[in-house]
């Protein structure tokens, strides 16, 4: 099982406590997660990444294993410790302003 750990508003969004645990077939990237999350939660959709485009939203990052995977391929493959839920994504709103 795959640990994903969302940020409070998208936890509220989804109806959800703490993290979420979803089963991803195959190898196990951005994209499968991140496709696994919205068929499990159909609310989240478009929330994280863009409905047409499937790129990530701005202001959304994703932090596997204290890296920043925000900007490497949706295809790459996600951390061994991510892959056998010993450690989970993180998806983290980013904050600007001034």
């Not at 998208?10 to 499968?32: F, I, M, P, Q, Y």
């Not at 997660?33 to 989240?44: I, K, N």
């Amino acid at each position: 099982m795959i640990r994903v750990v969302l940020p409070a508003h998208l936890r509220t969004l989804a109806h959800v406590d703490a993290e979420v645990k979803l089963s991803v077939d195959g190898n196990v990237t951005l994209r499968s997660v991140l496709d696994a999350l919205e068929a499990d939660y159909p609310m989240l959709r478009g929330t994280i990444r863009d409905h047409s485009s499937k790129r990530r939203r701005p202001f959304v990052r994703f932090f596997a294993c204290e890296e920043d995977f925000s900007h490497e391929s949706a295809d790459a493959l996600l951390p061994e410790a991510v892959a056998t839920g010993k450690e989970p994504l993180l998806v983290v709103g980013a904050i600007a302003g001034g």
